[in-house]
T-cell receptor, first 114, second 116 residues
Framework: AQTVTQSQPEMSVQEAETVTLSCTYD???????LFWYKQPPSRQMILVIR??????QNATENRFSVNFQKAAKSFSLKISDSQLGDAAMYFC???????????FGQGTRLTINP | GAVVSQHPSWVICKSGTSVKIECRSL??????MFWYRQFPKQSLMLMAT?????????EQGVEKDKFLINHASLTLSTLTVTSAHPEDSSFYIC????????????FGPGTRLLVL
C-alpha cells in the first residue's frame, strides 16, 4: 500500500521569507498524482498545487512551487514571500493513476511570524 | 467552479440518535464522492467511497452498518451516523471528483458532530 510521510509536524517562518515543507511517499506504481492541500483554521481543504508523475517539470502556482524528485520519491512544497494568510495545516497527498482515493500525510502546521 | 457543500456544518445530538449529513456538488456532477473523518490535530482518514447508483466501498475497520452512505444522484451523497455515541464525535468531510475529470478532488467545508 502507498504511504505518505510528512516528517515536520510544525514549521514556522517570518513573513515575506521562504519556507519549504517536506513530503516523501512510497509506491511501486509509475502512474500517479501528488497534491498539496491547505487546511486553514476554517478547516476547509483547499488545493494548493498538483503534480502529475509523468511530468518532469515541477508544478508552480504563483508563490507556490514544488520540487518533485521522482527517483527519491520526494515532493516538497516551497512557499515564497510568505504571507500571514498562508498559516494553516498543509497536507501532502498521493493518488494512484488507476484509482480516485487520496492517501494523506500526517500534515505540517505552518505558522507565519509577523 | 467545483464547489462542494455540506449540511449541516455543525450538529449536536443525543447518544443513541441518528444523524444525517449531506454532501452536494453544486456546479458539477460526481459519480464518486468520498467521506473522511478527522480528529483534532490529525490527518484525514478515509471512511468510504460513495458510488452513484451502487453500494459504497468502506475502508477496513469502518462499520458499514454504523455509517450508512447513500449516493442517489450525481450531485448528492449522504452519510448517516446511526445510533451515535460520544466516540463518534468528530469532524466529517466529504469530497467529490467531477465526473470524467478525476484528477482533483474538491472538498466540502466539513461537518462538526458532537454526540452528548
Amino acid at each position: 500500500a502507498q504511504t505518505v510521510t510528512q516528517s515536520q509536524p510544525e514549521m514556522s517562518v517570518q513573513e515575506a521569507e521562504t519556507v519549504t515543507l517536506s513530503c516523501t511517499y512510497d509506491t511501486s506504481e509509475s502512474d500517479y498524482y501528488l497534491f498539496w492541500y491547505k487546511q486553514p483554521p476554517s478547516r476547509q481543504m483547499i488545493l494548493v498545487i498538483r503534480q502529475e508523475a509523468y511530468k518532469q517539470q515541477n508544478a508552480t502556482e504563483n508563490r507556490f512551487s514544488v520540487n518533485f524528485q521522482k527517483a527519491a520519491k520526494s515532493f516538497s512544497l516551497k512557499i515564497s514571500d510568505s504571507q500571514l494568510g498562508d498559516a494553516a495545516m498543509y497536507f501532502c497527498a498521493y493518488r494512484s493513476g488507476g484509482a480516485q482515493k487520496l492517501v494523506f500525510g500526517q500534515g505540517t502546521r505552518l505558522t507565519i511570524n509577523p | 467552479g467545483a464547489v462542494v457543500s455540506q449540511h449541516p456544518s455543525w450538529v449536536i445530538c443525543k447518544s443513541g440518535t441518528s444523524v444525517k449529513i449531506e454532501c452536494r456538488s453544486l456546479d458539477f456532477q460526481a459519480t464518486t464522492m468520498f467521506w473522511y473523518r478527522q480528529f483534532p490535530k490529525q490527518s484525514l482518514m478515509l471512511m468510504a467511497t460513495s458510488n452513484e447508483g451502487s453500494k459504497a466501498t468502506y475502508e477496513q475497520g469502518v462499520e458499514k452498518d454504523k455509517f450508512l452512505i447513500n449516493h442517489a444522484s450525481l450531485t448528492l451523497s449522504t452519510l448517516t451516523v446511526t445510533s451515535a455515541h460520544p466516540e463518534d464525535s468528530s469532524f466529517y468531510i466529504c469530497s467529490a471528483n467531477p465526473s470524467g475529470k478525476s484528477e482533483t478532488q474538491y472538498f466540502g467545508p466539513g461537518t462538526r458532530l458532537l454526540v452528548l
